[in-house]
């Protein structure tokens, strides 16, 4: 079992930059590949980013790519994601998740789940 625990989330006007953390308590983190989503009231959740157990191989969806930059600290159990140039689409509850195994492409992969932190970008 993983807990997760999302924080950085804000308000931020169209251009700015925010900084997303995620907290897992677990010490077997380095086995667990880890991964942002997003999702909008009304809207599937959609997948941002992933990153391998060590960090070595990431992903970004095309709508971030360029802007977003997902990073990972072991020896803390913590999840980052970097977001630039943030765009009003951008707004979404945002949450990480955990998949004890390789990296995953999609939402439903993954097996566990923060409670997810409100980014909201005003135009």
């Known amino acids: 079992q993983v807990q997760l625990v999302e924080s950085g989330g804000g308000l931020v006007q169209a251009g700015g930059s925010l900084r997303l953390s995620c907290a897992a308590s677990?010490?077997?983190?380095?086995?667990?590949?880890m991964a942002w989503c997003r999702q909008v009231p009304g809207k599937e959740r959609e997948f941002v980013a992933a990153?391998?157990?060590?960090?070595?191989?990431?992903y970004y969806t095309n709508l971030v790519k360029g802007r977003f930059t997902i990073s990972r600290d072991n020896a803390n159990s913590t999840l980052y994601l970097q977001m630039n140039s943030l765009k009003f689409e951008d707004s979404a509850v945002y949450y990480c998740?955990?998949?004890?195994?390789?990296?995953?492409?999609?939402?439903?992969?993954?097996?566990?789940w923060g409670q997810g932190t409100q980014v909201t970008v005003s135009s």
């Open positions: 998740a955990a998949h004890r195994g390789t990296m995953k492409f999609s939402c439903p992969e993954y097996e566990y």
């Open positions: 677990t010490d077997t983190f380095s086995d667990y590949a």
């Open positions: 990153i391998s157990w060590l960090g070595g191989s990431t």
